[in-house]
Structure formats: C-alpha cells, structure tokens
C-alpha cells in the first residue's frame, strides 16, 4: 500500500516537473555560427533583449519611420526620427535629454526633410544627411547650424547629376564620407571645409552572364532598352577607431558584400576561409543594410533578410549570431540601424518605431573577452577565456584555433596540433606539424638511426654470407667435374 | 608460390606494358582473380586514403565519409567501362574478349595501389608547403593508370594509336549513353508500377 502510494506520488511529481514551463530566460531566437564546412552549428545565445523602448515610453511622442540611429562615445544614443523631422537625444538611463526639432538657419527656421543618416564627432557636432533637402546638415551640440554642405561640384560630375545623400560619416582628420543614393562611382568625400574632393572605393560592376550573351546578340535598339551593367551602389557606411571606412552593399548578387577600405579607397577586409562576411549561407543570402564597428577590429552587419545581427572579427570569423525577424519582444519587423555601446548592442526598427537593447550573456562576453586578447595578440591570456567558452559550447572552432594557438607558442606542439584540427585551421595545423616533426626527429633520431644501421648491417652479412656459401658449392661442383 | 608469381607478373604489367599485355593475351598469362583482387585493392585504398590521409592535404567532411560511395566511385565505373568498352569493340574490329578487357583494365589499375600507399603514408607527415609532392605523386598514379589503359585498349584489340585514343573517348561517350539508358529504363519502369499500382487500387476500393 504505501509503495504504491509513494509511486503514485513519484509518478504526479514527475508529470508536474516534466509539464512545467521551460525557463522564463528562453530566447525568441536561436544562436548559431557557422562550421568550417559551412553548416549551421547551434551555439549558445550570445546577447539577450534586455529592454525595449518606443516614442511613446519616452514621452515624446512616437517615433515615425526612424532611419538611423548613433550611439556617441559619451553612451548617447542620436534618433534620427525622420518622419518628424527632428533628432532625439536618449541618455544611457533611456531618459530623452534633448530634441533638436530644426535650426536656425542665417535667420530663417529651417527643418529637416526626410533626413536618413545621422553620425555625432567626438566633439558632439551632429552631421545629418537631410536626404530630401538635398545636403549634409552640421549643427553643434547646442543645435545651431554650423556648416551646410550642398552638391559636390565638380567638371568630372555630369550636368544630370542628382544628389540625394543618405549616410553621412566623419573620420578623425574631419573628412566627410557621403553615400548617395543612385551614385554608382562610390562614395563622395568632401574636405573638412565642406568642399567636394572625389569620389573613393567604387564597386566593381556585376552582371550574368546571360545577360551578357543576350546583350552582345540583340540590336542596338534593343540593347537601349535593356538595364545597363552599373556598379553596385553602397547603401551604408561606418568609420572605425584608424580611420578606415567599413561598407555594405545590400545586392544580393554581390559575393563581397561588406567592404573595408583603406584612405585611399582600397578593400582590405581580411577574409577567412571560403566567405566573407556574407552572413547566412543559405540559397536566400542576407542583404546587409547597416554596419556597425566597434573595438578590437569587431563589426556587426545588420540583414534586412531575416532581420539578423551577425558579428565578425577582424579576420572575418563569424563571432555569433542575434536577432530573428518576428514578433516576440527581441525580434524585429523592419530594422533598419544596429549601433553598438560596450557589451550591449541596440537595434531600431522603422515600422514599430522602436529601439531593442541586447544585453551580452556570459557566453557573449566570454566572447567578447578572449577575442579582444586574441586580437592583441595576447594569446595565452585568450586561451584561458577560450577554455570558458569551450565548456559552454564545444563546437566553437575559433576557441579551438585560439588555444591551439597559444600552445603552438609555449611548444607544446603535439597538443596544438590536435587543437588546430579541431577548430580546423589548416595553416596552423601545418605550423605546429612543422615543429612537432622537427622535434620528434632530434628525440628520435639515434633510436631510428641505430635501427636503420643495424638493419643494413643484418642485409650485408646475410648477402655475404649467402653469396660465399652459394661460391663453395660451385667451387665444390668445379672440383668435382675435375 | 604461385601467389608470388602473379604479383610479379603484374608488377612487370606495370613497368612493361608492352610486353606485359602482350603476355597477358597471347600467353594467357591474366587472371580474372588478380584482376579482381586489384579492383577490390583500390576500392580499399581509395576508403583508406579518405579516411586516414593526412589532415593537411585531406578536405574530406568527415560525416559525408561512406564506404559503400567507394562502389558507386570505382566498381560501377570500371564494371561500365568494361561493359562500354566490349559493346563498342565489337563494332570496331576489336579482338578483344570481355574476359580480356576485364582482366586488362584491373592490371592497369595497379599503380593506384602502387603509389597511393605511400602517398597516404607522406601525407601524414608533410606539411602545406610540401603538399605539392602530394598532389604530384597523385598526378603521376593517374597519368600511369591512363598509360596502362592506353596500351592495355592498344594490345588487347590490337589498334593502332590513333583507334585506340578514338575508342578510348567513345567508349566514355558510351559510358554516358549507358547510364542515359539505364535513368529511362529504371524510370519507365516506376511508370508502369505506378500505373499498374493505381488500377489494382481502382479496382480494390470499389469492388
């Protein structure tokens, strides 16, 4: 009776354990990172949402059709609200401390119209590309106008051209970097003083193949009304820590969507593996529309596709994976701008009008943390950190890479090889080979070298003895027929 | 001893062709068991060579390994060739038996074992620089298989060199016919079933 009982009692605990909800923490997206063979591997979720904010929860009304968004070095957060025409300034509390609704403009008030890029200097000037207006507004912290920058002009720009700047952005000499839309020669940069010095970094032109053959065979009339091959035109910009300007191109076409180029307009995005910086590997590629830089060479590419964050480091190796369109609180419908402030990373969704925080989980900053020393090049101390995020999710190769390569210079060699090839670093792997051989051989040296020589010592003396018993016999059958 | 012999016989295959496949047809010095043996020799070295070669020069994905693919990759080419091989001859003036071709195209197969064992053995120690040894190695076992080939066609049929480069493309356009034929076949067989199937269930369902 009573060991029935105590089974029936055993049985209604386990249904109720079993039946109860999953942790209130679960994610309304799933992390992954992709493998060396290009498969999707689930790793664990490296930011969580944290909180939401909307016009309305800052008391300032709602947000209409937001189009960027910046977070300055002092931790605020620039809206650029463009269906209101003005700018919301959001504390690191999310309290909005100011709003710049237009400027005055040499005694005249003036607004913004549709504006779609906004970037904030380290000395808090605010540069908006007032798209609609057609020029790049400069306004000081204060909200007086400091400079406006009009068309670029110039001999080498054709009397049709048309100047609707969308991104703006500002390196550290000054320069400005405009992308315009429906400008194919790449992006316009003006000086300091606001005067248009050239264009840099144009995208090659792209086109099919049965495009080509058609258009080499149809008539000259024909062919005028065929699309024209151009280069693809950027769609976004950022500026990293050196100077170097970081580039997306949404075209699905585009086998090199993310670009990072050097002052003088040249692509040095390091690339590791078979991608780039490509995002989702799949059939349906991720069409990339925001970038954001942040320290130790990290940048985070916003895809319009699936409404995904991912994150690269300097080499290219896709660090984790945020965000999901959807409709949970922590995914999005239309996000449009990703900026990034420490370990937490913010999101602004144009239809909901809304901004998304994500917070770092351990595995995130674990993260975060060993790949900053691993990019410094202070391996041993990454390798620690690697090891952490190793027990949190044993698939991550590039904590592999990272240990092993930290072994690779303290010589344990045999130990980084089987590292390497676990995270799958041939070039590495090749390296560790190199010195385990080199040092297996001088060990070993004198064992295979005894060997060897009393191998050949045992072949001489059986030939040798072979050969004068075989010359007996003969001399035996010589004297015989004598 | 006899064991010994035949190794030695088909390794004098491989370092004189001419005279080697001469043997082999006029002197019935061939065995279809020897043959065989290479066929099933390289479908096992190729397994080995996916699995164990060297991890700097082996970009296999280790969960699509499957040792039954080794007989869609080696036994069904080489029982095709065969086939292709005998179809056309016969049409082209060869002299060759089915047995002959058999026997010819297993002894040509030899330096893939030959040099793919100590290629797999190197791979493991070489690094990425010296991976170009590898890749040679592997270059010279498949232009040695095709010589082989080549004078095995030659001997066997007794062609001149010009036939015999012809017959020798033919034969892989025939390959390719071959398995066309097989791709109809097998899918209007599915047709037939089908039809046949759906009617039984007519019937069934309103009897």
Redesign the interface.
């Known amino acids: 009776m009573i060991i029935k009982r105590s089974i029936l009692i055993l049985a209604a605990v386990m249904i109720v354990a079993f039946l109860s909800p999953k942790s209130a923490h679960a994610s309304p997206y799933e992390g992954y990172v992709y493998s060396y063979?290009g498969d999707a591997v689930k790793s664990p979720i490296a930011y969580l949402p944290s909180r939401t904010i909307t016009g309305q929860e800052m008391g300032i009304g709602p947000l209409t059709t937001p189009t960027d968004m910046f977070a300055a070095p002092d931790g605020n957060l620039y809206i650029l609200d463009s269906g209101n025409g003005r700018i919301v300034v959001l504390n690191s509390e999310w309290k909005a401390i100011r709003q710049y609704q237009g400027f005055d403009n040499n005694g005249k008030q003036d607004t913004f119209n549709k504006p779609e890029g906004i970037f904030v200097t380290g000395a808090g000037h605010i540069y908006v590309a007032d798209t609609e207006n057609r020029r790049v507004v400069v306004l000081d912290g204060s909200g007086a106008l400091i400079r406006e920058i009009g068309a670029p002009k110039s001999e080498v720009l054709s009397d049709k051209f048309e100047y609707i700047p969308r991104k703006v952005i500002v390196d550290k000499a000054g320069r400005i970097y405009v992308v315009a839309r429906g400008v194919f020669d790449g992006i316009i940069e003006f000086d300091s003083e606001g005067d248009f010095t050239g264009f840099i970094g144009t995208n090659p032109v792209q086109f099919d193949p049965v495009d080509l053959f058609w258009k080499t065979v149809s008539t000259k009339e024909q062919r005028e009304k065929m699309i024209r091959f151009v280069p693809i035109e950027f769609n976004n910009v950022d500026v990293d820590a050196d100077g170097f300007i970081f580039t997306t191109t949404a075209d699905k076409q585009t086998s090199i969507p993310v670009k990072r180029l050097n002052p003088s307009g040249i692509d040095v995005l390091r690339m590791n593996g078979d991608w780039g910086p490509i995002g989702d590997l799949t059939r349906n590629p991720s069409a990339f529309i925001d970038i954001d830089v942040s320290g130790n060479g990290v940048y985070r590419t916003l895809d319009s596709t699936r409404g995904r964050i991912f994150t690269y480091n300097e080499d290219g190796n896709l660090l984790y994976v945020v965000g999901q369109v959807g409709n949970q609180r922590g995914t999005f419908k239309n996000p449009i701008a990703i900026e990034s402030f420490g370990n937490r990373i913010f999101a602004l969704d144009r239809d909901l009008g809304m901004i998304t925080e994500f917070t770092a989980t351990k595995f995130g900053s674990l993260v975060n943390e060993a790949n900053g020393l691993y990019s410094i090049g202070k391996h041993d101390d990454a390798a620690k950190i690697w090891e952490q995020v190793l027990r949190l999710d044993a698939n991550y190769e590039m904590a592999y890479v990272g240990i092993g390569k930290s072994m690779l210079r303290k010589g344990e060699y045999k130990q980084a090889m089987t590292y390497l090839?676990l995270g799958s670093d041939?070039?590495y792997?090749?390296?560790a080979?190199?010195k385990y051989?080199r040092e297996y051989m001088r060990e070993n040296f004198g064992t295979y070298m005894t060997i060897l020589i009393a191998f050949i010592a045992v072949v001489v003396a059986m030939r040798r003895g072979l050969r004068s018993r075989r010359g007996g016999m003969k001399q035996n059958a010589v004297s015989q027929g004598h | 001893m006899q064991f010994l012999k035949d190794i030695k016989y088909t390794l004098h295959v491989a370092f004189h062709p001419f005279d080697g496949f001469w043997d082999l047809k006029y002197e019935n010095k061939g065995k279809l068991r020897v043959a065989l043996a290479i066929l099933l020799g390289v479908t096992v070295m190729m397994i080995l060579k996916r699995q164990y070669s060297g991890y700097v020069v082996n970009f296999n994905y280790p969960l699509d390994l499957n040792s039954i693919n080794e007989l869609k990759y080696i036994v069904f080419p080489f029982l095709l060739w065969c086939v292709a091989n005998w179809s056309l001859t016969t049409l082209m003036d060869g002299e060759g038996k089915f047995k002959e071709i058999v026997i010819a195209t297993g002894y040509a197969m030899l330096p893939l074992i030959l040099l793919y064992l100590p290629n797999l053995l190197l791979s493991n120690v070489i690094t990425l620089r010296e991976a170009s040894f590898y890749y040679l190695l592997e270059s010279v076992a498949a232009l040695w298989f095709v010589w082989l080939m080549f004078i095995g066609t030659m001997t066997v049929h007794q062609y001149t060199v010009m036939k015999t480069i012809v017959t020798m493309l033919l034969t892989i356009v025939v390959m390719g016919v071959i398995i066309f034929l097989g791709l109809l076949f097998f899918s209007l067989i599915q047709q037939i079933v089908g039809f046949v199937y759906t009617i039984y269930q007519e019937l069934s369902l309103r009897a």
């Open positions: 063979w090839k041939r070039e792997y090749s390296k080979l190199t051989r």
